[in-house]
């Protein structure tokens, strides 16, 4: 009664999803920062002028006209999602026929990979160069026939790292399909690719709320590419799929770039702490960031890190990588306390040797 091509796409992935409270949740690269009081009750108030009774408007369009002025594209330029996710994989489901190719860089995220599964389309994956260069021209030699998109996250996850845009550009000039930039952790970076979708025609970036804006539990995220592209994805669209409680909590946070500027530079603050705090732990190589995250690489076992860190609380992103890689979300100071004790703890017990704490 289930088809082979859904036996074969892989589970959600989410993660470790701690058990109960009192947690320190460092795994999903989400804001430690909520709303505050008063933001609350704007929005609240916001919120209750939705009609709960009529369905929503199924094209989005105060919010994407908001976007629109927030980007200097036209409308007819963006198309608002079920968070980024749901608009990554509207636009693989757009752009392939089962049997395709998606040509993305690995490691990266993921969650790519179950798009192109669901769809049967198949994920080809180059490695990134040394120091995690961006290998324009390993990408180039892999385009084949059946390369119909290219799906690149900038800055990149799991690695934190920021790649120039130049040869972002210089892959959709020389490619005869969709380049989709997906800028999850583009707000940490300062740096976007959106002005480039105005006059590269194969070009689009994917924006969310749930990284900077803090609002990961709303699902909201956004893509900006030609107009050719956002019909194409929009006639994929679940009808009404966006509730007016969303639309009209987007409305709210993208009216409002000051607090999101306030909340994403308290994270970069909480970088640059949590940097310094694992600089000095032995046994722990600290990669540059440009996200919300930091990479690790760690001189022993991670999986024995996670392990402990787990026994005591926290949680962190165990990548599997050869079980030498954490990836770690920026907390807030207090959390930051608690993973540095358990980490001397770990270094106590296990006695990692230094190695690499400037690397």
Request: charged share 20%; glycine share 8%.
């Amino acid at each position: 009664m289930v088809s082979d091509g859904v036996r074969a796409v892989p589970g959600p992935g989410h993660g470790y999803l701690p058990p109960g409270e009192g947690w320190v949740k460092l795994n999903q690269n989400e804001s430690p920062y909520a709303l505050t009081p008063d933001e609350w009750e704007a929005l609240w108030e916001q919120l209750r002028s939705v009609p709960l009774h009529r369905y929503p408007d199924p094209n989005h369009a105060a919010v994407e006209e908001a976007i629109a002025g927030l980007t200097g594209l036209s409308p007819s330029m963006v198309l608002a999602g079920n968070g980024a996710n749901e608009i990554l994989e509207l636009v693989v489901r757009s752009t392939c026929e089962p049997g395709d190719e998606v040509l993305t860089v690995a490691p990266t995220y993921p969650t790519y990979g179950r798009f192109c599964a669901m769809n049967r389309v198949r994920l080809v994956e180059v490695p990134w160069g040394p120091d995690f260069a961006f290998p324009l021209r390993e990408l180039l030699a892999a385009v084949s026939p059946r390369t119909r998109l290219v799906l690149l996250c900038r800055p990149n996850n799991p690695t934190g790292h920021l790649y120039p845009g130049r040869e972002v550009l210089a892959l959709a000039d020389a490619v005869p399909c969709l380049v989709a930039v997906d800028e999850a952790y583009g707000d940490f970076a300062g740096d976007t690719m959106a002005d480039c979708v105005r006059s590269v025609p194969n070009m689009a970036v994917v924006r969310t709320l749930s990284k900077a804006y803090g609002a990961a539990g709303l699902r909201f995220g956004y893509l900006l590419a030609s107009a050719e592209t956002v019909r194409a994805a929009r006639a994929l669209q679940t009808p009404y799929g966006l509730s007016g409680f969303t639309q009209a909590a987007a409305l709210f946070l993208l009216s409002r770039p000051d607090a999101m500027r306030r909340r994403r530079d308290a994270i970069l603050a909480g970088r640059e702490d949590l940097v310094r705090r694992l600089g000095r732990v032995p046994g722990l190589t600290v990669f540059p960031s440009s996200t919300n995250f930091v990479l690790v690489r760690t001189a022993g076992s991670a999986d024995a890190l996670d392990r402990h860190l787990r026994a005591r609380g926290i949680a962190v992103r165990n990548l599997k990588w050869e079980d030498r890689h954490l990836r770690i979300s920026v907390g807030t100071p207090e959390d930051h306390v608690r993973l540095t004790e358990a980490l001397e703890a770990f270094d106590a017990a296990h006695a990692w040797p230094a190695y690499g704490r400037d690397g």
